[in-house]
């Protein structure tokens, strides 16, 4: 498959990773184009639009780390809400598609909206990122202040909190532990399924 940018279609081969030039009106004239679809995944930064079409791997990793937090979420009694796909955007300063994003602390703050305002809106409490093809950078989430990031790369999960004006590594403020469950659950996964590691946390969490 070719790589094809054009005003009537835009096609991209799995795995790749595109940047162009561009500004906030180039990045809206293709987030239009692109519609609902779900493929290639867009993104803006300053001067520059990102194109990435996931690979497989990507999005199995992504429906388990969801799931993962939603059974830990659900342990804890937790209220929440969770979105997939969604896209963050501040005009002429960013615009990104988390994997997934829970809202956990600030849940009332969404609950029955249709559209969330990301300039006046709370942003949600933890976002979930796969990073397979180096498309993934924690800074574009600087602007929204998500106060938690997963990055999952190299099978390992990575864990940002912001800390003032700036993302540090550290452990998860919801589940302590969540990196040593995550690493148990893709070795099961990539073993048999991701519906067994379901099983083993909630049998572990029991």
Known sequence: MHTI???ERIELPPGA?????????????LSQQLGDRPFPRIKYRPGEILLM?????????ASLLADIAKVLLDHLEQRYDSFTPITMSLPEVSGIEPDFCFYIENWRAVVGKKRINWEFDPPPDLAIEI????????NDYLPYKVP????????????????????????????????EIVQQCLQIANEQ???????????FLR
């Open 131 to 138: 990073d397979v093809t180096s498309y993934t950078n924690i």
């Open 17 to 29: 990773v595109l940047k162009l030039l561009g500004n906030w009106q180039d990045y809206q004239v």
């Open 148 to 179: 938690e990031v997963w990055l999952l790369k190299n099978k390992q999960l990575i864990v940002y909190r912001l800390q003032g004006e700036n993302y540090v590594i550290t452990e998860s403020n919801y589940f302590p532990n969540a990196k």
């Open 53 to 61: 079409t996931p690979l497989p791997e990507h999005g199995r990793d």
């Open 5 to 7: 940018i054009t005003p």
């Open 193 to 203: 399924t991701t519906s067994e590691a379901i099983r083993w946390l909630r049998s």
